[in-house]
């Protein structure tokens, strides 16, 4: 089954209609489909097997109704083959999420072409600067 530590382990992701259930407008407890993935920091890496998923008891108590936490039990069915469209999905969402890290240091700060530099903070700056580098020295002159 499914576990991670710190987002590194595995863990169910996507909710995939069976194509035999796509046509019924009403779908109330119909199996769906999830793949199980492993993860780095809870970002899908590499599909490893798919499951058809039943909700098979869903549990009421006035404990859990005032808490907020309705607990179900499902059955997981796990599938010949891995589910394609639901991970080229993932695969999509993974490759989002990489071009937006790797783009990260390239995206500039639109305000700051705009931003006029006030003779206060000017000033400030340069006092800043004077302060933290009076205590410089070199090392070999003495």
């Known amino acids: ?13 996507g909710h995939a209609v069976p194509p035999e259930h796509q046509l019924l407008t009403e779908r ?31 549990r009421f108590s006035l404990i ?8 179900s039990e499902y059955r997981m069915t796990r599938l010949p083959n891995l589910h394609w469209p639901q991970v080229g999905r993932g695969y999509i969402f993974t490759a989002v999420i990489f071009l937006f890290f790797l783009s990260w240091p390239y995206i500039d700060d639109p305000l700051q072409q705009h931003r006029e530099v006030s003779p206060r903070t000017d000033s400030l700056y340069t006092l800043a600067s004077d302060f933290f580098s009076a205590g410089d020295y070199d090392s070999a002159a003495v």
């Not at 859990?64 to 607990?71: D, E, M, Q, R, S």
């Open 1 to 13: 089954m499914s576990f991670t530590v710190c987002g590194v382990g595995t863990t169910l992701y």
């Open 28 to 58: 109330p407890k119909f199996p769906y489909i999830k793949t199980e993935w492993y993860t780095i920091f809870w970002i899908p890496i590499w599909p490893l097997r798919s499951y058809l998923v039943h909700e098979v008891i869903r």
């Open 64 to 71: 859990a109704i005032l808490l907020g936490c309705i607990g």
